[in-house]
C-alpha cells in the first residue's frame, strides 16, 4: 500500500521560512519521480517543484529562486525548503509520486503565510 505523508506546515509570516517533509512507503522511492503540487483556497490545484533522476529538478516560475526540492533515497523521504514566503504561497500543499504508471497523493499540509 503506498503512502505519503506531509508535515512542516503551519503558519508564518510574509518573508520566513518553512520546510516540508514528505514520508513515502510502499513505492520504489529513488525510482519515482516526486514532486510537490499546491492547492490555494478556490484555485486548482498546480505543480510547485518536482524532482527525478531521469530530469534532475523542475521549478514553477511562481517559485524560482524561493524553493528548494530535495530527496533522501535512504529515508524515503521528500522535502520542500521554502525561503522567502508570500501571502500567496497561502495553500494546501501536497506531496505527488508517479511510480508504476500512477500518480500517488498525500492528504496535504496546509502553509498559511501572514502578510
Known amino acids: 500500500q503506498v503512502q505519503l505523508v506531509e508535515s512542516g506546515g503551519g503558519l508564518v509570516q510574509a518573508g520566513g521560512s518553512l520546510r516540508l517533509s514528505c514520508a513515502a512507503s510502499?513505492?520504489?522511492?529513488?525510482?519515482?519521480?516526486m514532486a510537490w503540487y499546491r492547492q490555494a483556497p478556490g484555485k486548482q490545484r498546480v505543480y510547485v517543484a518536482k524532482i527525478s533522476r531521469f530530469f534532475g529538478t523542475i521549478y514553477a516560475d511562481s517559485v524560482q529562486g524561493r524553493f528548494t526540492i530535495s530527496r533522501d533515497n535512504g529515508e524515503n523521504t521528500l522535502y520542500l525548503q521554502m525561503n522567502s514566503l508570500k501571502p500567496e504561497d497561502t495553500a494546501v500543499y501536497y506531496c505527488n509520486a508517479y511510480a508504476y504508471g500512477i500518480d500517488y497523493w498525500g492528504k496535504g499540509t496546509l502553509v498559511t503565510v501572514s502578510s
Open positions: 510502499g513505492i520504489s522511492f529513488s525510482n519515482s519521480a
